[in-house]
């Protein structure tokens, strides 16, 4: 109270404390008007107004800003008042503007200032498990997925439920085609319901297919992988053997479908597979055919020359596929 | 676009098509298999003419890096789409603007305000597939307007639009073509009155007619074509004419060999 003195020794003698039922009137024109740092006062409608008008002396104005700093009703009151002065025009232009400019979510939770948060944020899908799955396209949204439990699955099922001996080599025999199958599933106007609309987007071409590709190696392999490892090996190689020919298989797909179109592309490679381990065992002599296909993968998978070549086969067909890009950038066709 | 030629295989769908379009909302108007959704496709950078010039934004679309950016700015209708069964409007809407490139952070409002603009606020979140087939369409509509597109290209949006809700979409289509090119392909004469304002007349891979809709109601009074309002009858009209000059050009091929 006495700094409000201190600080202003010519103040407006209205604004001295000399009102000691003040309290009682918080909004009066009192010319009487306490002290703006007593509990109870609160600033009347002139005070308000030359302040608004600006003919209220300097160290008034402060005594009243730091009123208006914790009291709400005050401050509503002075600002009405200045919106009616010749700055309310502008006040309300500057307004406008910065509303116009703010984007549009920071507008919405505006009608109550609740401090729980505004519904629209909790509505809207979490954004990086959605961008997640966005960009796992609609393979590991169909039946792919389900195809690639199937097998995981079903192949702990018949050696242990079953006590089939040969799930290890019938898995090592099946893994590399269920990642070729998931990228055909991934893109393309066949496969993608929404193909028509990406391919008008700037995502569509390699990029999208890479990404893609990417989402269902990353579910396939260590799901088949760890399948391989829970069932019985019966003579058949290790369980994290096809993971190269699974990779190779599917960039090679992916680079041939730049010359012959997906569907044929992993066709061939798919079916190239297929026939290379199932037709010697099927034609091999002798023994059981789970024995035969044992043997037949682990020549095909087997050893470091066989591991070495598919890695070379992976990278020449990675190197095949960005030669061939520009095959996923062409417009379709009419 | 200058001298656009399309071909369906053996079928010519386009042929020497030359159109210039700035802002407003300019009607694809013609008859079943003229090659509107062919022009629209390749307008879309979804198709590649056969020949031909596309320039859109006034970049080259044949440019892979032009592309991508031109990509950025566009909204397409396709006549038919697909989505995901699982998602709800609120998450296909957000997929596309995803699959535009938009910033992540725009994203949610952006969404909300293409689905309020296509009146499916409350039903935002409901899965696409238990809309009714007008509703998926405007589904569609609102993704395509997600990123608030420099060019918008809709082929048939009022198909399956019962009439209240073409009446709304025709004001739609008016807000939208004061600030951006709209391109609309429609069978139907009346979305052209209401909500056009140029009317592009497609007949057999060729344009026919060019002009306002008010334009071409007056030709139809004039020419006397057939139909039950001025536009159809402008419509008729154009289309003979067209016919005519057609048939005496090949008369004239067939003499002059």
């Known amino acids: ?334 | 676009m200058a001298g656009l030629r399309v071909r369906h295989r053996r079928t010519v769908a386009l042929d020497s098509v030359d159109l210039d379009l700035g802002p407003g909302v300019h009607g694809l108007l013609g008859p079943n298999g003229a090659g509107k959704t062919s022009l629209i496709r390749v307008l879309a950078t979804v198709a590649a003419p056969t020949g031909g010039r596309v320039e859109l934004l006034g970049d080259d679309v044949r440019d892979r890096r032009h592309r991508s950016a031109v990509r950025r700015r566009l909204g397409y209708l396709p006549q038919e789409f697909g989505y995901y069964p699982g998602f709800t409007v609120r998450e296909f809407v957000a997929y596309v603007a995803w699959l535009k490139e938009m910033p992540a952070a725009q994203v949610p409002a952006a969404v909300e305000r293409a689905v309020e603009r296509v009146g499916l606020a409350e039903r935002v979140d409901a899965k696409v597939k238990t809309l009714s087939g007008g509703m998926v369409r405007r589904v569609g509509i609102a993704q395509a307007i997600v990123n608030e597109p420099d060019v918008l290209l809709l082929d048939e949006p009022t198909a399956g639009l019962d009439p209240e809700q073409r009446v709304e979409f025709r004001a739609l289509l008016r807000e939208l073509g004061t600030a951006t090119t709209v391109v609309v392909s429609t069978h139907l004469v009346e979305d052209v009155a209401a909500a056009c304002t140029e009317v592009t007349l497609v007949e057999a891979g060729r344009i026919a007619y060019r002009g306002t809709p008010p334009a071409l109601a007056e030709l139809g009074e004039s020419a006397g074509g057939a139909g039950d309002n001025p536009i159809e009858r402008g419509y008729t009209a154009a289309l003979r004419t067209h016919r005519a000059a057609a048939l005496e050009e090949a008369a004239l091929e067939e003499v002059a060999r």
């Not at chain 1, 402060?62 to 700055?87: D, F, G, I």
């Open chain 1, 1 to 334: 109270m006495t700094d409000w003195h201190a600080t202003d020794p010519h103040a407006d003698d209205r604004l001295h404390p000399t009102d000691p039922h003040a309290g009682d009137r918080p909004h009066s024109t009192d010319p009487h008007t306490p002290d703006p740092h007593a509990p109870d006062w609160h600033a009347p409608d002139d005070l308000a107004f030359r302040y608004a008008d600006g003919s209220l002396p300097e160290a008034d104005a402060w005594s009243l800003e730091k009123h208006l700093e914790h009291c709400t009703p005050c401050a509503s009151r002075v600002s009405r008042a200045v919106r009616e002065t010749a700055a309310g025009a502008v006040l309300a232009e500057v307004r406008q503007s910065v509303l116009r400019a703010a984007p549009k979510s920071a507008r919405k939770p505006a009608p109550a200032p609740a401090p729980a948060p505004s519904p629209t944020p909790a509505r809207a899908p979490a954004p990086r498990l959605a961008r997640v799955l966005w960009a796992a396209g609609p393979a590991l949204r169909g039946a792919w997925l389900s195809a690639v439990l199937i097998v995981a699955v079903g192949a702990v099922v018949l050696a242990y439920g079953a006590g089939y001996t040969g799930a290890r080599p019938l898995l090592l025999a099946v893994a590399p085609v269920v990642p070729v199958i998931g990228v055909a599933l991934s893109y393309g106007a066949y496969a993608d319901p929404l193909h028509e609309i990406t391919a008008s987007t700037p995502s569509a071409g390699l990029r999208l297919v890479l990404v893609r590709a990417a989402a269902v190696l990353v579910v396939s392999l260590p799901l088949l992988t760890l399948a391989g490892v829970l069932v019985p090996s019966s003579g058949a190689p290790g369980a994290a053997a096809w993971l190269l020919p699974g990779l190779a298989l599917t960039l090679a797909s992916l680079a041939l479908a730049g010359y012959v179109g997906c569907p044929a592309a992993t066709a061939v490679t798919g079916g190239g597979w297929l026939c290379a381990v199932l037709a010697p065992a099927l034609a091999a002599p002798g023994g059981r055919l789970t024995a035969r296909l044992a043997d037949q993968l682990a020549t095909v998978l087997d050893g470091a020359p066989a591991q070495g070549a598919w890695a070379a086969a992976a990278v020449l067909s990675a190197v095949a596929l960005a030669v061939r890009r520009p095959a996923y950038d062409h417009l379709g066709r009419p």
